[in-house]
């Protein structure tokens, strides 16, 4: 019973010169880690504009909804969701020439997160601001003319 030993070259990572250079190799091509991999983007504070018939502005558990009305068929519902103290929150809410409802509750949410509420018709012109931020305003709001409409294009 004569059993054959065969002796098998096993690679001994940690001596063999190939494995260490496809090692340096690997970690010298590896995209570099994020050094703040939890940093929070920085938001502009863009208006948000509603138009279209049949907008509602509500109060649900403490945050505010917000459903963008309809200007054609067909068309998706466009709802917004804002919580209190949100950074995601819009620096206005315009609301250009249409119809819909809003309740008491949200005047009173508006107010507290100090975010204006801004009514424009549709000639441009502002028929009413609430809130306490609308005085703070940075950029007033520009009536727009068909004539700056035609030298804009042009």
Partial sequence: MGAALVKTAIRDPAI????????????????????????????????????GHGMRLRVNHGALVVRNGFTHYPQPVEEY?????????????????????????VLSWLSEQNLPLIRINWRGEVVTALGKGHAQMPNPLYEISPKSLNRIRH
């Fill in 16 to 51: 063999d010169g190939q494995s260490w250079a496809e090692r340096c190799h690997y970690w010298l091509t590896a995209p570099p880690v994020n050094p703040r991999p939890f940093r929070r983007r920085r938001h502009t504070h863009e208006p948000l504009i509603l138009t």
């Fill in 81 to 105: 969701r804002f919580f209190r103290g949100d950074r995601t929150l819009p620096s206005r809410i315009i609301v250009l020439d249409g119809s819909g409802s809003l309740s008491f509750d």
